[in-house]
């Protein structure tokens, strides 16, 4: 069998694409602290809402990419470990992924719900039990 040609049709379309492809000024990416701040800031600004929004889905979907990338080599690697050598395209896309998600930072820090709490005090927290214990300071708080 021999090598595999990718169809002229295909190519036109990927050269294309390739020449829209913009180069940016280097700048610093906002960190999930400045998009936080910015949504507490511009509430009721429908477009800046929606560009944070829009910003933090993408870097979410990122996430999501590189976790999929990663799960893609190892399957390969069981299959034939030479298809993910350095040069190939799922190793590049998978270390441009990985490259991505580091430029960024933090993009979710929503605890786990499967993690295993490292101390009594990360366990969730019954709210009615929250509720109950902020009430019963407030009481002795006036009763002194």
């Not at 913009?22 to 602290?33: E, G, I, N, R, Y």
């Not at 976790?67 to 299959?79: I, Q």
Request: proline share 5%.
């Amino acid at each position: 069998m021999g090598a595999y040609h990718m169809p002229q049709k295909y190519c036109m379309f990927t050269q294309y694409f390739l020449r829209l492809i913009v180069k940016l000024a280097a700048f610093t990416p906002p960190t999930l602290d400045d998009l936080r701040n910015w949504w507490r800031d511009h509430r009721g600004e429908g477009d800046v809402e929606r560009l944070i929004l829009e910003v933090q889905y993408l870097r979410l979907v990122l996430l999501r990419l590189r976790g999929e990338a990663d799960e893609a080599v190892r399957l390969a690697r069981e299959v034939d470990r030479s298809l993910v050598g350095r040069d190939s395209p799922i190793m590049e896309l998978r270390i441009v992924l990985a490259q991505e998600v580091l430029r960024v930072g933090d993009i979710d820090d929503t605890p786990r719900h499967d993690a295993v709490p490292r101390s009594v005090r990360e366990y969730a927290r019954n709210p009615d039990a929250v509720t109950f214990e902020a009430q019963s300071r407030r009481k002795r708080g006036q009763t002194k």
